[in-house]
């Protein structure tokens, strides 16, 4: 699968926050009921354990909660393949404090102090803090899916967490190693973004009561999603400004991770350049990071992985062929294309 | 409840590890299979993501167990309110992952070097592999419980690990407070320590089929067998040796940390010995650890301790009463003793 090279980073960059709300628009309500479920789950309840400050930490969880993309994946993916309900409103609120739960632990592994323009908990508690909200929200997400009338979504939502984390420990293990190859890469993104993507979309299915086909289309649709996901993610850690993003960026550079652009652009380069170019991903400064950005343009890196994110969101939208043509699978779609070209 | 004067902390450590193997006799058979499906399950598994290090880290998941107090714990109550099954090696299984998985969270959180004579998992890896060893083994615990025919082991594993991260957090933000009383730090250690424990045994009797009385009942009991076993904790990291226990000792005092023996030590003090008490407290040095010591021996704050250890222990025994007599109850009573008087 190619993308047409019209699409260039340039153009790529024309899609907007504006344009997903938008198309969040019909599951609006479903979303709002989402938020006001996370809000009250989000209390550090009453007695002696529940003092003014873990209430601050516990409902700082909710605060860093952003475009809010995997429980639209489960209210969407249960629209396209039947109709969303009660159970759908609450796996999203699962999905979304598992997401949350790994984002804290994420922002401890990267020491990162910015997460959407909100203080992360680390730079604010300290990593010990950052912890035990982390296995706090995936302690009450597990909870919450254990009180839905079947064993699927915890066994579904089990399996697919413990994939998250191995991606992450094989990334994190990976730190550092410059021979890290394409296909190395796209197992750990498969596994840390992806899997929890698809098992939003899974769950969507599943609990409207979809066929096998349709349950197995939009799980891999999920997938697919999730890697174009994480390519423009990465993309971003390089090229992006933290006014504009929100976020830590250069935390990849920085741990000496490396991401589509720059395995490119390794791949690209011989003998001296070669040899300078890991010179410069060994340091990973600031410096490093305007100059590494400059080789991976020139060498066509980042160009490479922007199209790699948009085929990876093309052949997302095909895999929803076989479901009923209809706003929904659009909309899907949409969030895909979305998903390859984001800016934040 | 008091407890005999007799029981003095000399006399209490008489107890040792060779009593605990005695106890688990009539379950050897079931915590092999505990074992063994342990290693199995704790392993990377196949393809990219499955790296040599990657199973290595996995596998070092196992190597830190210990005593396997909590699998025994659901075995023990399984055939004192009935009847062990496979269901019960699993349970063992999953509860084993969870406390592991806190435990490696905590030795993050204590910045502690050594754990059962074992490098800890951030001193041989760091803090990210830590956390996210951790995060590995809650989501393949929680996995493994949802493998179970009915939900109960994921709604009750659920809503105590949610319960036992609000007291993780609640001691963390504590952290200084030298002002903490006995009723917090019961608390903390109820939900930090004890709740696991109240899970396990809850979780023996339901899938035994026991009746609601046996449960409760069997619940309470590992509650305040927990709250035996982290007093008595808490009194090792102050009066232990890390030849002895094998682990870090006087990480509590180091992250300032109110444990039972300094909390009544301190109310014990007023005026000028009160202040230079708060001032050892402040510095949590090493040389400050033996001090502490010395006051907490002096005001009788060591033998508050064990005393209280012992009077939860006892209270433990008394809930079994309900409970047809037998050697497993008789097991689990003196479980419970142990708890309050072990020396690792």
Tied chains: 1, 2.
């Excluded at 009660?86 to 910015?114: C, F, Q, S």
Aim: proline share 2%; with cysteine.
């Amino acid at each position: 699968m190619t993308t047409p090279a019209a699409h260039t980073i340039e153009s790529a960059r024309s899609a907007s926050a504006a344009t997903l709300a938008e198309l969040f628009a019909p599951i609006a309500e479903a979303l709002g009921r989402v938020e006001s479920r996370l809000q009250t789950e989000l209390r550090a309840g009453d007695g002696r354990l529940a003092t003014e400050e873990v209430d601050r930490v516990v409902r700082h969880g909710y605060r860093l909660g952003g475009k809010r993309l995997r429980p639209a994946l489960v209210l969407l993916s249960a629209r396209a393949a039947g109709e969303a309900c009660d159970d759908h409103v609450l796996l999203g609120v699962v999905v979304e404090m598992i997401h949350t739960a790994t984002l804290v632990h994420d922002d401890v592994l990267d020491e990162a102090t910015l997460r959407r323009h909100v203080q992360t908990v680390n730079a604010r508690w300290g990593n010990e803090t950052s912890v035990l909200l982390g296995d706090f929200l995936f302690s009450k997400a597990f909870y919450l899916a254990s009180t839905l009338p079947t064993v699927d979504a915890c066994r579904v939502i089990g399996a697919s967490t413990e994939r998250v984390c191995l991606g992450e420990l094989r990334q994190t293990l990976s730190e550092g190693d410059l021979e890290l190859d394409e296909e190395d890469y796209l197992a750990i993104v498969e596994a840390k973004t992806a899997e929890l993507c698809a098992c939003c979309c899974s769950l969507g299915a599943r609990y409207a009561g979809a066929s096998t086909e349709a349950i197995d289309a939009l799980t891999a649709f999920g997938r697919d999603l999730g890697v174009a996901f994480q390519i423009a993610d990465d993309l971003l850690d390089l090229t992006g400004e933290e006014a504009a993003t929100g976020k830590t960026v250069g935390a990849d550079l920085a741990k000496r991770k490396m991401t589509l652009p720059l395995i490119h652009a390794r791949r690209e380069l011989v003998d001296g350049p070669r040899l300078a170019f890991d010179e410069l991903l060994r340091k990973g400064d600031g410096a490093s990071r305007s100059e590494a950005l400059r080789i991976a343009e020139e060498t066509g890196g980042l160009a490479y992985a922007q199209e790699q994110a948009e085929a990876y969101a093309a052949r997302a939208a095909e895999r929803l062929e076989v479901l009923a043509e209809g706003p929904d699978r659009e909309a899907l779609a949409m969030v895909a294309q979305f998903s390859s070209r984001r800016r934040a």
